[in-house]
């Protein structure tokens, strides 16, 4: 299933005989993003996010929304939601989650990111939900402006315990935004 957003910015729904592509994507994408906040450059992190077992479990949700972003035909990221879905750090009802939403280093800067928050936007609408909230790392301050910029609030703060994260990049924000439903 494609869903064409612009005439250069499409979604493709990632189908389980995708997997071992985006394990290949996301290995690259990830780590051309985050390898230096990891001690491993962020093998074990992309070990256990984009691993067979967890995409097929991620896959089979019935609340999410996992897709491949292609810009020009060619796949360059990825964009996940998930509804309802609430934070367990804090009190967030009736919304969505924007999961993850990666972008090859490639195109940034090409205003893909803004028309995909737009089309999150669009469903978290559509779907009645009151709500989109995400997690931010502090130490990514493009990624925070970014999502400010788009009249995210920070909710809540906490600490990750992953021990293969550097200490200097654990901080996490919990951003939400209220829907803004279309006429």
């Known amino acids: 299933m494609k869903i064409e957003l612009t005439p250069q910015i499409n979604l493709v729904r990632i189908q389980p005989e995708d997997t071992e592509f985006l394990i290949e994507l996301m290995c690259k994408v990830y780590k051309d993003t985050y390898h230096d906040f990891w001690r491993d450059g962020g093998d074990w992190y992309t070990q256990l996010i984009y691993n067979s077992s967890n995409i097929q479990k991620e896959l089979k949700r019935i609340t999410s929304h996992y897709f491949f972003v292609e810009y020009e035909e060619e796949k360059v990221g990825i964009l996940k939601y998930d509804f309802p879905f609430s934070p367990r750090e804090t009190q967030i009802?009736?919304?969505?989650?924007?999961?993850?939403?990666?972008?090859?280093?490639?195109?940034?800067?090409?205003?893909?990111?803004?028309?995909?928050?737009?089309?999150?936007?669009?469903?978290?609408?559509?779907?009645?939900?009151?709500?989109?909230?995400?997690?931010?790392?502090?130490?990514?301050?493009?990624?925070?402006?970014?999502?400010?910029?788009?009249?995210?609030?920070?909710?809540?703060?906490?600490?990750?315990?992953?021990?293969?994260?550097?200490?200097?990049?654990?901080?996490?924000?919990?951003?939400?935004?209220?829907?803004?439903?279309?006429?």
């Open 93 to 183: 009802p009736n919304a969505m989650k924007l999961h993850r939403l990666y972008l090859s280093p490639k195109v940034h800067g090409k205003g893909i990111a803004a028309v995909l928050m737009k089309h999150i936007e669009n469903m978290a609408s559509d779907n009645d939900l009151d709500w989109i909230w995400l997690e931010a790392m502090d130490a990514k301050p493009q990624a925070k402006r970014f999502y400010l910029k788009n009249d995210y609030q920070i909710e809540f703060t906490y600490t990750l315990d992953f021990e293969h994260l550097k200490p200097e990049y654990r901080q996490i924000h919990i951003m939400k935004k209220k829907v803004p439903y279309r006429i």
